[in-house]
């Protein structure tokens, strides 16, 4: 558990410094494209890179909960704080998609010239290799945690870098006279925001209601395996997950000898324990439960 702390605190740092860099790169593109490019693409890298700080946030909360312990009143922790954040930005950034569509449309008719359209190309570019770069890093350092959290805000990351790449190719189409790339670039950004956000919204919710997703029958199926590979073990089943933010809690009902001593049944829960943890250190708590052959 000791390690698993050590990785969620790393995670922690890198989630908070995207969080800070996105959002601050994505109100210079803002500024930019609103007063003086007046560029549509560039206006919706900014929203795209604001939103995408805000999922950065939603897991830098959500791992500063998982080391806060639970209490009277939250008996399994805050982690699902995480998730109500998150579908709490999903929809903010929903909302400013249609505020790009609709930025997108009124250029897509009735095309304006982009003003200084190499500056913006030069603020999307430093945008993109900041974001990739950092995403690249995240992937690299989070990949021991296994966290789905993590791997999604490396994803989101590199996702933002993609979409400042395209917002250069439409900068350097506009700077050629062809301002409808302007507009086109701003529809697709629109789309990738809006996918990424009913998609946060999904996942959510279904953590919310403790819904068991590909994923969950996948770690559920292997520790079904773990726990039958264990010396004393007769056989496993009822295997019941359920994810809260970045951690997984589930129970295990386990078949043993009748005339099995409390000790060596003890042994049998924490060797389980131990074994499914080192495989997926995102299950938090797993209760193991004995019945008699």
Known sequence: MGETLDLVKNADQLAG???????????????????????VALT??????????????????????????????????????????????????????????????MQYIDPHPVKLPLLGAVVAFIAAVIAIGLGIYKHIKGKKSKMGSIKLDAFNTVKDGVASGLTVVALLFASAGFYIADAIVG??????????????????SYTLVDACDGYCILQGADVKK??????????????????????????????VDSAMSVKELDEIRKKIQKLAREKYPDIERLTVTALPS
């Open 44 to 105: 919706a890298n900014g929203i795209d890179c604001i939103g995408d700080g805000f999922v950065s946030a939603v897991v830098w909360i959500g791992l500063k909960f998982f080391k806060k312990p639970a209490d009277h009143k939250f008996h399994f922790g805050y982690f699902k704080m995480e998730n109500l954040a998150s579908i709490g930005a999903a929809i903010v950034m929903i909302a400013l998609a249609i505020y790009i569509v609709f930025r997108s449309y």
């Open 226 to 255: 773990i726990a039958e590979s264990v010396e004393g073990v007769i056989s496993a089943h009822v295997v019941r997950l359920r994810r809260s933010g970045p951690v997984a809690q589930g129970e295990i009902e386990i078949k």
């Open 17 to 39: 410094i995207t969080t800070v860099t996105l959002i601050i790169l994505g109100i210079i593109q803002i500024i930019l494209g609103e007063t003086i490019s007046k560029s």
């Open 187 to 204: 529809y697709i950004i629109a789309g990738i925001i809006v996918i990424i956000g009913f998609t946060a919204i999904k996942e959510s």
